[in-house]
């Protein structure tokens, strides 16, 4: 399994000023089903004392676990355990594209971070984008391993919307962006139109994804990304591919960041509407790869969220 693994430096942690984040509570667009305390299960103290934890980091569609590097080194720096596996056919990981026939068989590695975690142990668990959808599997297998989960700008499957859903809503918001140079291969009819592969383009890239980020973070993702695709077989298109009593258990946060181009602001806040119970966070000024374009804001954030649901 192809995973980076972090260890803390033995110098004491680095403060970092706090994002500028805006709660829900302060968006204008009205999303009062959503303006709500932390669920039950969050044990948020008035001055909470900062504790070590262990972070697990799942990236995107196309990318690897070298995404995190920057948050990854903060996160480590500050004394906690991070874990950024590669998926299948991502990152460094040995297979080929065309070698991972199932959703189940891209999760592996993920998989394999999980149920290495010790029984007394419960983790932050991190997707990145369409790192959602395999996030949302581990809670469903491993409710008992996870502390919080946050979705970053990410799909969110849950027992009351559904992966097919959300796939009709984003690709009815993607149809009509310019593709520039990129290549997508789609296939089936109708409404049953899926995403079947996708290479990403310099200029799509640094247009819609990284328009934020530093020129060598682009050059950097260029020279490591590789070929990616979607996955919607049965174990993944399944009515009861997450539950409300095994993945519905699992406290949850999304970010929204309010500058992406990628998967629109609105379309982020549906996906929380969508699944009620969930804490909605707003990063300003990130753009679809915070972990590289804002990664001080996006540790000070996570370290606050991990403080918070222990």
Not at 161 to 188: C, F, P, Q, W
Not at 267 to 281: A, D, F, I, N, R
Request: glycine residues 6%; neutral net charge; contains cysteine.
């Amino acid at each position: 399994m192809a995973s980076l693994l972090f260890q803390s430096p033995p110098q004491g942690p680095q403060l970092y000023p706090k994002p500028n984040i805006l709660l829900s509570k302060t968006n204008t667009n009205p999303l009062l089903t959503l303006r709500r305390k932390p669920p039950p299960n969050c044990t948020k103290q008035d001055h909470p004392t900062p504790s070590l934890r262990h972070f697990v980091l799942v990236h995107g569609m196309c990318h690897g676990g070298w995404a995190w590097y920057k948050l990854a080194t903060l996160l480590s720096g500050a004394g906690h355990h991070v874990t950024a596996p590669d998926l299948a056919a991502c990152g460094l990981h040995p297979k080929r594209l065309d070698e991972v026939n199932t959703f189940e068989e891209y999760c592996e590695p993920l998989m394999e971070v999980m149920e290495a975690v010790p029984a007394n142990e419960r983790v932050v668990l991190v997707g990145h984008s369409y790192g959602g959808t395999p996030v949302s599997l581990a809670m469903e297998r491993y409710p008992h391993k996870i502390a919080v989960a946050v979705f970053i700008s990410a799909a969110m499957p849950s027992s009351t919307n559904s992966l097919a859903d959300i796939t009709k809503e984003l690709y009815k918001e993607g149809r009509t962006k310019d593709m520039m140079d990129s290549k997508a291969v789609y296939g089936g009819e109708g409404d049953n139109i899926v995403l079947r592969s996708f290479t990403f383009g310099p200029k799509h890239l640094r247009a819609i994804y990284y328009h934020l980020c530093a020129p060598e973070d682009v050059t950097l993702a260029m020279m490591l990304l590789r070929e990616g695709k979607p996955f919607f077989d049965s174990s993944v298109t399944r009515d009861d591919f997450v539950t409300a009593g095994k993945h519905g258990s699992v406290s949850r946060v999304y970010v929204v960041c309010n500058q992406d181009r990628s998967i629109l602001p609105e379309t982020q806040k549906w996906l929380v509407e969508m699944s009620p119970g969930t804490e909605l966070l707003e990063l300003d000024g990130a753009d679809h790869m915070p972990m590289l374009s804002k990664p001080k804001e996006l540790f000070s954030l996570l370290v606050d969220i991990s403080d918070r649901y222990q």
